[in-house]
C-alpha cells in the first residue's frame, strides 16, 4: 500500500519504510518519557484539536495527488499502469496519515498544548517529503506520462503545501472562550492518544479491500465518478475524524486491531509476492509498454512489503497491550478504569497537598501569634501591673509606664492587621474576589490594569485560593521579573474561572524552580484548577489560571 | 456636638462613648448595626457619625454602605470611618460625592485621643481627613509612573503634601515639621504649581484638590510601551 514504483527503482519504496520506523520509534520514546509520574496540572492524554486539525491537513494534503491523477486519467492520454494489485501502490494517502499519527503522538507532550504551528508544519514537511519521493520516483522511471506528472500538476502539488499548512494553521485559532479544545473532555487518556491512527488505518484497509476511495482512480474512469469517489473518500475520512474525537478510546482499540490485521496480512502476502506484478494499459499510449525486470521488480516490491508488514504489525502489536487488552481488561472487570484510578490518584495528591499546607498554615499563624501579638500583650500586662503599683508612689514613672503599655497595643494591633490580611484580606470578605483583587492591583508599586468580570460572588474557599494565587504571581512579577507594568484578567465564562497575569518584565519563571508558582499549581489542583505559565527570557510572562467553578 | 456612633463591639462602643463624653460631646446614639445607624442618621441628623465599616448583618461593609446611603439623603453629613484597615477603594467612594465633610481612620488612632478630637472637629465642620496609612498608598501609587509630576516636588513639598492630604491644616503642618506657617503656605503654593492644581485658600477644597489628584492615579492608565 506504499506508492513504491514497482516499474523501477524501488529506493524511493525503502525511504517511506524508513520514515515510518524512525516515526515509531520518536513515538516509543515518546510514550517512555511520559510513563514518569504525570503531575496533576493537566491531563496527560488530552489531544488538542489543533492535533486533529493537522491530521485533516496532511490528509487533505496527501489526497491532492490522487485527485490529480483521475483528472489526468480521464484526461485521454493513455498510457500504461503497474501495479501488484494486493500490495496496492498508490497509498500515498495512508502512508501520509500513518506517518502524520505518529508524529503528531510524538509531539503531544503532556505538560503543553502544542504550539500553533508545529502541526501544520509537521504536516507540510511530512507531505513534502511524500511528494517529491513520488514524483522523483516516477520522473526517474521516465513514466512520468503514464503517471500524469506535467509542470502543472506539480505546481499544483507544491503550492496546495503551504496552503494546506495555513488553512491548519488557521483552524488552529484558539477558540472563543480562549480554551484549547480536547478530545473528548478531560479525561482522554494517555492511550486515547493512539487513536490518531485511525485514519491511516482506515484509508489502508480500504485500499486493501479494493475501494478506490483514496488512491488515483483507476485508468479511464469518468472524471465525473473519479472526483465523486475523491469527495466521498474525504467525507468518509471526516466522518472518522469526527468520530475518534468523540470516542478516542474505541478508535484507540480499533487502530490497533487494524495495525496487527493489516500488517499480518502485508506479511504473508510478500511470500507471494513474485507472482502478482501486473501491466495495465488504459487510453491508447503513445508508447511502448515499460520492459521491466518482472523477476527483480517483483522481488523487491516482496521484500518492502514484507518490511513494511512487520513495521505495521511491530507497531500493533506494542499498542494492544495499551490499547485493546486494557480495555477488554476494563470490561471484564479485571481491571480499573485507567480514568477513575488517575482521578483517585489526583485527589490523593491533591487532598494530602491541601490538608498539609493548611496545617503549614496554621503552624505559620500560630508562631506569628506567639512571637508577635501575644508577647506584646504580656508586655503590656506587666507594665499596667508596675504601673498600677506606681501609681501613687511615683505617678511620673507611672504615667511613662502606661503610655509604653499604648504604644505597644498599637504595635500588637498592626501586626494582627498584617496577619489577618495574610490568612483572609478583609476587602476579600467584604466585597469578594474582584474587588479584592482591584484593591491588591491598587496596592502595588507598579501601574497595573485590572479587567475583570466575574458574578457577584463565588464559594468562598475558591475565592481565596484564587486571591492567593494571583498574589503569589503578582508579588514574583514585582520581585523577580523588574516588571514595568502588570495587568490582571479575571473572565467567568460558563463555569469557568479564567484569570490571566501578564508582566513586561524580563521573563524566565518556571514553575518547576522555586517553590512560588508550584504552590499556586498545587493551591488551585485542590478545586481542580490548572496552571499554565508561558515566560521566555526576555519576557513578557503570561501566567494563566483555569479554575472550573459552577 | 451631637454624634452617632455605630460600632459592633461593645468594649470598644462603650470606650468611644465615654471618651466622647468626657471631652464634651453628646452621643445621640450608640448602635451595633448597620440598619440601627441608618435610623439613627436619619432620625437625628447628628453633626457628625463615628462609624465602623463592618457592621452587623453581614459584618462585611455593612457601615460604610449605611453611612454612603445617609449621605445620599443628607447630603454633606459628616461622616467620620472607622476600621482596622485601610483600602484606597473604601476611601475613593467615601470621597466622590466631593463634598467633604469625611474621615477615614485606623481604629487605633483613637488611642491619641487629643488628635482624634481634633479630627472630629475637622470634619463636623465639612474637612477632610484621611489616615496616613492611605496617603502614603496614594502616593506610593501615583509616584509609580516615575517620571510624573510628583517626581518635581522637593522632599519637603512632599512632606507638606502628605501632610495636607491626611487633612491637616497650615498651622497643623508648621507645628509638625518645625517651621513657620509662612514657609509651609509658600511650599503649598509651589506644590500646587507643580501638580498644575488651581490654587486654593480654603483648606477644606485645598484637601479635596489635593486627595482627587492623587487618586486620579495612572494606575488605571495602560501599562507603558517599556521593550
Known amino acids: ?550 | 456636638m451631637r454624634v452617632v456612633v455605630a460600632e459592633d463591639l461593645f468594649l470598644l462602643r462603650e470606650g468611644l462613648v465615654r471618651l466622647l463624653k468626657a471631652r464634651g460631646f453628646e452621643i445621640v446614639a450608640a448602635t451595633d448595626s448597620a440598619p440601627g445607624l441608618l435610623d439613627a442618621l436619619l432620625g437625628f441628623r447628628p453633626d457628625l457619625a463615628i462609624v465602623d465599616i463592618r457592621l452587623p448583618p453581614t459584618h462585611t461593609d455593612d457601615g460604610l454602605r449605611a453611612a454612603l446611603t445617609a449621605r445620599e439623603r443628607i447630603p454633606g453629613l459628616p461622616i467620620l470611618l472607622l476600621s482596622q484597615y485601610v483600602e484606597q477603594i473604601y476611601a475613593q467612594e467615601l470621597l466622590a460625592d466631593r463634598a467633604g465633610g469625611v474621615g477615614y481612620l485606623l481604629k487605633h488612632r483613637v488611642f491619641s485621643d487629643d488628635q482624634f478630637v481634633d479630627v472630629i472637629r475637622t470634619v463636623a465642620a465639612g474637612g477632610t481627613v484621611m489616615d496616613p496609612e492611605v496617603v502614603t498608598k496614594l502616593l506610593g501609587r501615583r509616584s509609580r509612573g516615575a517620571r510624573g509630576p510628583l517626581s518635581r516636588l522637593t522632599e519637603r513639598e512632599r512632606q507638606v503634601l502628605e501632610l495636607m492630604a491626611e487633612g491637616r491644616s497650615n498651622s497643623a503642618i508648621a507645628n509638625r515639621l518645625f517651621i513657620s506657617e509662612k514657609a509651609v503656605s509658600k511650599h503649598s503654593t509651589s506644590i500646587f504649581t507643580k501638580l498644575e492644581l488651581a490654587p486654593s485658600d480654603d483648606d477644606n477644597r485645598r484637601v479635596l484638590a489635593v486627595l482627587t489628584y492623587l487618586m486620579s492615579a495612572p494606575g488605571e492608565g495602560r501599562i507603558p510601551p517599556s521593550q
Not at chain 1, 503543553?112 to 502541526?119: C, M
Not at chain 1, 463565588?458 to 486571591?467: D, N
Request: hydrophobic fraction near 50%.
Open chain 1, 1 to 550: 500500500m506504499w506508492p513504491f514504483p514497482v516499474d523501477g527503482a524501488p529506493w524511493p519504496g525503502g525511504v517511506l519504510v524508513a520514515l515510518t520506523a524512525v516515526c515509531a520509534v520518536l513515538a516509543f520514546r515518546a510514550e517512555q518519557a511520559r510513563d514518569r509520574p504525570v503531575r496533576t496540572g493537566r491531563p496527560a492524554g488530552r489531544i488538542g484539536w489543533p492535533v486533529v486539525a493537522g491530521l485533516v491537513g496532511t490528509a487533505a494534503y496527501g489526497s491532492v495527488p490522487a485527485l490529480l491523477l483521475a483528472l489526468h486519467n480521464t484526461a485521454g492520454t493513455g498510457g500504461y499502469i503497474v501495479t501488484v494489485p494486493d500490495l496496492q501502490p498508490d497509498g500515498l494517502l495512508a502512508a501520509a496519515l500513518l506517518m502524520a499519527g505518529l508524529l503528531a503522538t510524538t509531539l503531544l507532550p503532556s505538560a503543553r498544548v502544542p504550539g500553533r504551528w508545529v502541526l501544520p508544519l509537521v504536516a507540510a514537511v511530512t507531505g513534502e517529503l511524500l511528494e517529491w519521493t513520488y514524483w522523483l520516483t516516477h520522473a526517474l522511471t521516465r513514466s512520468a506520462v503514464s503517471y500524469g506528472l506535467t509542470p502543472l500538476n506539480v505546481l499544483v502539488g507544491c503550492v496546495s503545501i503551504p496552503v494546506l499548512a495555513v488553512l491548519a494553521g488557521a483552524a488552529l485559532r484558539r477558540p472563543a472562550n480562549g480554551r484549547p479544545g480536547r478530545l473528548a473532555g478531560a479525561d482522554a487518556l494517555r492511550s486515547a492518544r493512539w487513536a490518531l491512527l485511525l485514519p491511516a488505518v482506515m484509508v489502508m484497509t480500504g485500499d486493501l479491500l479494493g475501494l478506490d476511495l483514496w488512491r488515483s482512480a483507476s485508468p479511464g474512469t469518468g472524471i465525473g465518478p473519479a472526483v465523486t469517489s475523491y469527495l466521498v473518500g474525504l467525507a468518509l475520512l471526516a466522518a472518522v475524524v469526527a468520530g475518534l474525537v468523540r470516542w478516542p478510546r474505541a478508535a484507540a482499540d480499533l487502530a490497533a486491531l487494524g495495525l496487527v490485521g493489516i500488517g499480518a496480512y502485508d506479511v504473508a502476502q510478500s511470500g507471494f509476492g513474485q507472482h502478482l506484478l501486473e501491466v495495465r494499459k488504459f487510453g491508447s499510449p503513445g508508447m511502448p509498454a515499460p520492459s521491466l525486470d518482472f523477476e527483480m521488480v517483483a522481488h523487491h516490491a516482496s521484500v518492502l512489503g514484507g518490511i513494511q508488514g512487520a513495521v505495521l504489525l511491530a507497531l500493533g502489536l506494542w499498542l494492544l497491550p495499551r490499547t485493546v487488552l486494557a480495555d477488554a481488561g476494563r470490561l471484564l472487570g479485571r481491571g480499573p478504569d485507567p480514568a477513575l484510578a488517575r482521578r483517585v490518584r489526583e485527589l490523593t495528591e491533591t487532598r494530602a497537598d491541601a490538608v498539609s499546607s493548611a496545617a503549614a498554615e496554621l503552624r505559620r499563624i500560630e508562631r506569628d501569634l506567639h512571637d508577635g501579638a501575644q508577647g506584646r500583650l504580656v508586655t503590656i500586662g506587666m507594665n499596667l501591673r508596675v504601673a498600677e503599683e506606681m501609681i501613687h508612689s511615683d505617678p511620673h514613672e507611672a504615667a511613662a509606664l502606661v503610655v509604653e503599655a499604648r504604644v505597644a497595643s498599637a504595635a500588637a494591633l498592626e501586626e494582627l492587621r498584617g496577619l489577618i490580611r495574610g490568612m483572609h484580606p478583609p476587602m476579600l470578605a467584604d466585597r469578594g474576589l474582584g474587588e479584592a483583587v482591584r484593591a491588591l492591583a491598587l496596592d502595588l508599586p507598579l501601574p497595573c490594569e485590572t479587567e475583570i468580570d466575574l458574578p457577584e460572588r463565588l464559594a468562598a474557599p475558591l475565592e481565596s485560593a484564587c486571591y492567593f494565587a494571583v498574589a503569589e504571581v503578582v508579588t514574583n512579577a514585582v520581585r523577580h521579573a523588574s516588571a514595568h507594568g502588570l495587568q490582571i484578567r479575571m473572565v467567568w465564562t460558563a463555569g469557568l474561572l479564567r484569570i490571566e497575569v501578564v508582566d513586561d518584565g524580563v521573563g524566565g519563571a518556571d514553575p518547576a524552580r522555586g517553590t512560588g508558582l508550584a504552590g499556586v499549581e498545587r493551591r488551585l489542583a485542590a478545586f481542580d484548577g490548572i496552571l499554565a505559565v508561558s515566560s521566555p527570557p526576555g519576557g513578557p510572562t503570561i501566567v494563566v489560571m483555569e479554575v472550573p467553578c459552577a
